[in-house]
């Protein structure tokens, strides 16, 4: 079964750099959750879109933005990254016909800022 | 708010001794709840999940979880651990509709020859 698939798996950049992190959802799934996960951390919710449009926002910082195209694909961009945003970043999808908000999520992007 | 607390940040075991992750949570709501699985530089995987019904989830590898409402927690289980069940474990607990997930810190199983 097709899974949810982000790129690139690794990124490495220098402070005050911005990235780019991509997200494609589950065939059909509407939904689409962004986390952040620190160094021994727990998943941090950042953003989430139904639709297109923002439908939830965690800590988020401003430096960050995201959206989701019409084909639901979603993207992080990230700038003036600072050291602390190195993290693993998942994204995760779902379908939201379902009563309940069952997540599949990626494999995550690993940022490493340097 | 939601909120999960993972009252063990690490459980050493030895092989094939059983092993109990606990989790409780608070909610002002129904909720449905998760547990999800890390390996090593790896993604989370869902274990196991309780949406409504029978109180006693049945997972993967044999793990198994307990919802008891009255005391809200949800507690994972497996009678027999292996070696290659070394992870981090969360909790996760969510709500209908688009609703993000709010995880637990996690809990490191290590299970020792």
């Known amino acids: 079964a097709a899974g949810v698939i982000q790129s690139p798996r690794h990124l490495i950049k220098e402070k005050r750099e911005t990235a780019t992190l991509k997200c494609y959802p589950i065939?059909?799934?509407?939904?689409v959750y962004w986390y952040q996960q620190g160094p021994g951390q727990d998943p941090q919710f950042l953003i989430s879109?139904?639709?297109?449009?923002?439908?939830d926002k965690g800590s988020i910082p401003d430096r960050f933005s995201a959206q989701q195209f019409s084909d639901y694909h979603s993207e992080l961009n990230m700038s003036s990254l600072e050291l602390g945003d190195s993290a693993l970043y998942f994204c995760?999808?779902?379908?939201?016909?379902?009563?309940?908000?069952?997540?599949?999520f990626g494999p995550g992007t690993r940022l490493t800022v340097l | 708010a939601q909120s999960v607390t993972q009252l063990d940040s690490q459980v050493p075991v030895f092989e094939e001794a059983p092993v109990e992750l606990r989790c409780n949570y608070s909610?002002?709501?129904?909720?449905?709840l998760f547990w999800y699985v890390q390996y090593p530089n790896q993604g989370l995987q869902l274990l196991l999940k309780?949406?409504?019904?029978?109180?006693l989830v049945k997972g993967i590898n044999g793990f198994e979880a307990e919802f008891n409402k009255s005391q809200t927690s949800f507690h994972l289980r497996k009678p027999s651990v292996h070696i290659s069940d070394t992870a981090e474990y969360f909790c996760?607990?969510?709500?209908?509709?688009?609703?993000?997930?709010?995880f637990g810190k996690g809990t490191k199983l290590t299970v020792n020859p």
């Open positions: 309780y949406l409504s019904g029978s109180t």
């Open positions: 065939p059909r799934h509407d939904t």
């Open positions: 996760a607990v969510g709500s209908g509709g688009s609703e993000k997930l709010v």
């Open positions: 909610s002002s709501v129904s909720v449905y």
């Open positions: 879109f139904y639709e297109k449009m923002q439908s």
């Open positions: 995760a999808s779902s379908l939201q016909i379902w009563r309940y908000n069952e997540q599949f």
